[in-house]
């Protein structure tokens, strides 16, 4: 196999004018490993003819950084999906220009990477606490976003060997980096993959390094952006605030209390703009209904007029889907024991 040569056969190296070590550049050689691999990728993606061994990652490693071609990370990552293993054979120089060659191919790799290699996870901390990367990150965030959601995914692999400084001191660093950003984006109009990653990063930032002022700028805004979407990604974030709220009751409770009136809002509104049930919509209602009946459990009261609202809508619209009339059933019980609320309630 040509991917068994020595790296020197297949890559060479110019000298500049004044005499020191210029750009690697592929020798005849390795044109032609670049193009049998590349073309036998197109012609058979991802049926995994192409078969690697531990010796060839050197090689494609030295080609690819030498080449800079797309299709020659296909052939990379095709090999890593189909042999996680070899994850820890791909040199450090290779992540390196991937992260460096931002193109989502390149970034696909760094992220699988990650997740199966503690060497890969420890070299992008590192990355991250280089001098500068603040602002770098700040500047190309749409691009890393998924990259270092990934990353916040698998940080928590247990690795004696990584310095828990260096976690802590990464947090940090996403989180002067993104933190603003993803609080401002809870309120845009970004498509929907693209706030879903969005409202992840900020979920999970929320449940690793916030503080209860931190919470307090998505407290003032995602109430009113719940009231008019069943969006999982925001709801998850929701979760995670009042998690956070944990050591602080009377907040918890205040702000379930909000997340109560916007899921009641959100039926409501959706009971009265679609009078018959849409097919593709009942999973979401049914969800819906299963947060409100943990909200009420949890708070064991609901505002009279919201209540109000929701019982005419459901029973109006609703009246034969299971799903509503048994959370009716359920929460009718925990609400009417009160007799101090029921007063004020719907007889």
Known sequence: SMLELPEQFLVIQRKAENGADGKKELSLYGKALVKLLTENNQETPGRGELMLSCNHFSALGALLQSSNSEQLKKVLLGALEKEPIFAQLVRADVFAFCLDHVTETSLSICKFLIQHSRTHLLQLELWCLDAGRIKYLRKNMGVYLSLLSTYLKYRGKSDYARPKKVLADVLI???????????SSITSDDPSNELDLQMQVLTRLVQLVSSREDVSCIMEQLPAVLEKTANPSSWTLADAV???LGEYPADQRSWRKSLLKACLCWITVTY???KVQEENMKETEMTMLGRL????????????????SFLKKGLKYRYRDWAFMEALHKLIPVLYENEDLAQHLIP
Do not use: F, N, Y
């Open 173 to 183: 660093v996403i989180r002067q980096t993104m933190w603003k950003k993803l609080v």
């Open 242 to 244: 009042s998690c956070a």
């Open 272 to 274: 009265s703009s679609s």
């Open 293 to 308: 009946q943990e909200l009420v459990v949890s708070i064991g009261e609901v505002d009279p007029d919201d209540w109000s």
